[in-house]
């Protein structure tokens, strides 16, 4: 069975590129039926957080794919320290006494520094009773220098890699803490949990090299399948980061400005990565069933975003494609929770508040675009554009609106066809264009000169509203 494992360090907010690495994780493993497995590594206990790893499970929560096994590195030490220990008693990998400070000290001229010769050439009982002395050490990997040979393995993304042992460096496996490093803790962890691809951000690549050494001396079974994602860079060029680039890289940055989880999820899946036929906006099932990596790109992808403005264009225009196809029943709950959150309170019962979602949202591309834009359909508290002034100031308008107001009040009856029957006759019996009082009631029910058809507005804003924002022009 195929097993795949997204690993995030709780170092930060969830960000962008670990978002698509999750979601192409994911796409992967249930297109062909596997096991996905969310595993926190969090063994840098200096750089680990609360607070991040909290903003890890509400950014992977929103998205709403799920996962079927969960772990924590930090729960896992003594299996990390077991395999370096194993790796240390075959020979594989020796002790390295070398104080950090002569480390630090090393001239830089050292920086291509490979591996300590003094320290590998150390017998087995040297080093025994050096440890047992209580002298601190760090166990490092013994790559292969007598024989060199080439490492190599085959990326699904970016094809054919090697690369000889000679140029690969005595890496740490456990610190002198004893504490794992990445690459011993994110190996020895692949290994035990039966992970079968590891699908990670092209960052990675040139560790593979390493993680295949231990794999090869630590694992018996064949080595992982490896694909290797396109980094995610700015506008300018760089690489997407936390520290340089701020919230905009944060997955709730799009949620807060009002995403649905799958307008964000098929934003990230379109960047480096296409279906064959070019297809754009899909559904999650659609996502899943054509995603693969030969669709990858090699080439970096851009999120275009500026200081003014952190959403990518692209990114908008798909989440309003989905706020407008997506089923209503799916899309008035969302739209409810975000008008609570913006203090207001939606009238009506629930097939009532559905019709004005469904009406409405063709022109909207945001959840926050309801409380904004669309505010006057659930308040009678909004704003009166200058251009929707202009029509309510129009010779005779606001009269003509009142002798509406008692016309449909008058009327048993209230439907688009009949709100539509009684202003044409208003207007055709006080020898006015029936144009001046549609754009005149547009502008008294709801502020703004555009919107739905103009008498789908009246059923919207309900007939009780809608005679007291007549009468009250």
Request: glycine share 6%; aromatic share 10%; charged share 25%.
């Amino acid at each position: 069975m195929i097993r795949v494992r997204f690993a995030p360090s709780p170092t930060g907010y969830l960000h962008i590129g670990s978002a698509r690495t999750f979601i192409f994780n994911w796409l992967f493993v249930r297109k062909h039926q596997g096991t996905m497995v969310l595993r926190i590594d969090d063994t840098d206990l200096d750089r680990n957080s609360e607070a991040s790893l909290n903003s890890i499970y509400e950014g992977l929560n929103w998205l709403g794919l799920g996962w079927d096994e969960f772990y924590r590195q930090s729960d896992r030490l003594d299996l990390h320290r077991k395999v370096a220990y194993d790796l240390l008693e075959r020979g594989l990998a020796y002790r390295d006494f070398t104080p950090a400070s002569d480390l630090d000290d090393r001239p830089h001229s050292e920086a291509q520094w490979l591996c300590n010769p003094e320290m590998r050439s150390l017998s087995k009982e040297q080093s025994d009773a050096r440890a047992a002395a209580g002298e601190p050490f760090v166990i490092r990997f013994r790559v292969e220098r007598d024989a060199p040979y080439e490492v190599e393995f085959h990326d699904q993304v970016y094809g054919p890699q090697s690369k000889l042992t000679a140029d690969i460096e005595d890496f740490a496996l456990l610190r002198s803490n004893g504490m794992p490093t990445y690459h011993l803790a994110s190996c020895a962890d692949d290994i035990d949990l039966r992970i079968t691809h590891i699908v990670r951000g092209q960052d990675h690549l040139s560790n593979t090299f390493k993680h295949v050494l231990i794999f090869q001396a630590a694992a018996e079974r064949s080595l992982p399948q490896f694909a290797h994602l396109p980094l995610l860079i700015g506008p300018d060029g760089s690489k997407l980061s936390k520290r340089r680039h701020g919230p905009v890289v944060s997955v709730t940055t799009y949620r807060d400005h009002g995403f649905l989880a799958l307008g964000y999820i098929n934003f990230l899946c379109l960047l480096g990565w296409s279906p064959k036929d070019n297809r754009e906006q899909m559904s999650l099932y659609e996502l899943t069933a054509c995603f693969s990596f030969e669709g990858v790109n090699r080439s970096n992808a851009v999120v275009n975003f500026s200081e003014e403005d952190p959403i990518d264009p692209k990114a908008l225009w798909l989440n309003s494609q989905h706020l407008r196809t997506i089923p209503v029943g799916a899309l008035a709950p969302l739209v409810r929770q975000t008008l609570e959150a913006h203090g207001l309170t939606p009238y009506g019962d629930d097939a009532f508040f559905n019709h004005v979602v469904d009406t409405i949202r063709s022109r909207f591309s945001t959840l926050l675009d309801f409380s904004s834009k669309g505010r006057a359909y659930f308040s009678d508290d909004y704003p009166i554009e200058p251009q929707a002034l202009e029509k309510l100031n129009a010779p005779g308008a606001r009269e003509l609106l009142r002798k509406l107001a008692d016309r449909i009040e008058a009327n048993p009856e209230f439907t688009e066809s009949s709100v539509e029957a009684d202003l044409r006759k208003l207007a055709e019996e006080s020898g006015v264009k029936a144009g001046l009082l549609i754009n005149a009631s547009r502008a008294a029910l709801t502020g703004q000169t555009v919107g739905p058809s103009a008498f789908a507005v009246f059923t919207c804003i309900g007939r009780e509203r809608v005679i007291q924002r007549l009468r009250k022009v």
